[in-house]
């Protein structure tokens, strides 16, 4: 099984900040790489695919990275509604997700 | 409008079993693969199955393999999963959720449901 590994786990950032997210995969992925953005007690939604195309809808202040077995998402000018978890997965085989980075308000 | 609409949560004794669905609506159902995917109380997502559009490729992780059957039913637009034999660990919020492209099996995930609680108590 491939394995995702976020970091950091968890940080605090100001509305307006930039902020990135780091995903690194056990094995290589190529870019089958996706971003999820979790609500407290909402399902994750899809920000972002292919490890860089945007989803239809979703806000062009994300934006993705990465090709191989790393991967970034960035977060420019963060709004109040970005303050949420987020989740990297990896679509090259049986899919698995990154344990997640709950980004909060400083 | 794509809906995902799971039933069939609660509370479960351990070493029972548990039969979730999944109803589908807004988009051609029988064409796209499905996931269950859950996510136990501050944890992760975790992929638990796959079934293609016409049923008959099936897909399991090791976690649910050989105790577990997802099925769907396309003239219903439905999607099951049947586990047995639960243990704590299979606690979680289970979600159904639509690949974003037709056909394939690995795929990012478009929609999900709203998700179902599973608590299994020993």
């Known amino acids: 099984a491939i394995r995702m590994t976020q970091s950091p786990s968890s940080f605090s950032a100001s509305p307006g900040d930039t902020v990135t997210i780091t995903c690194r995969a056990s094995?290589?992925?190529?870019?089958?790489l996706a971003w999820y953005q979790q609500r407290p007690g909402k399902a994750p939604k899809l920000l972002i695919y292919?490890?860089?195309t945007l989803q239809s809808g979703v806000s062009s202040r994300f934006s993705g990275s990465g090709s191989g077995t790393d991967f970034t998402l960035t977060i420019s000018s963060l709004q109040p509604e970005d303050f949420a978890t987020y989740y990297c997965?990896?679509?090259?085989?049986?899919?698995?997700f990154g344990g997640g980075t709950k980004v909060d308000v400083k | 409008e794509v809906k995902l609409l799971e039933s069939g949560g609660g509370l479960v004794q351990a070493g029972g079993s548990l039969r979730l669905s999944c109803s589908a609506s807004?988009?051609?159902?029988?064409?796209?693969?499905m996931y269950w995917v859950r996510q136990a109380p501050g944890k992760g997502p975790e992929w638990v199955s796959t079934?293609?559009?016409?049923?008959?490729?099936?897909h399991y992780a090791d976690s649910v393999k050989d105790r577990s059957t997802v099925s769907r039913d396309n003239s219903k637009n439905t999607v099951s999963l049947q586990v047995n034999y639960l243990r704590g660990d299979d606690t979680a919020i289970y979600y159904c959720?639509?690949?974003?492209?037709?056909?394939?099996?690995?795929?990012?995930?478009?929609?999900w449901g709203q998700g179902a609680l599973v608590i299994v108590s020993s």
């Open positions: 959720a639509k690949l974003r492209e037709r056909f394939l099996e690995w795929e990012p995930l478009d929609h």
């Open positions: 807004g988009f051609r159902f029988s064409l796209y693969a």
């Open positions: 079934i293609s559009g016409s049923g008959d490729k099936t």
């Open positions: 094995q290589v992925v190529s870019i089958y």
């Open positions: 292919g490890a860089s």
């Open positions: 997965q990896q679509y090259y085989s049986f899919p698995s």
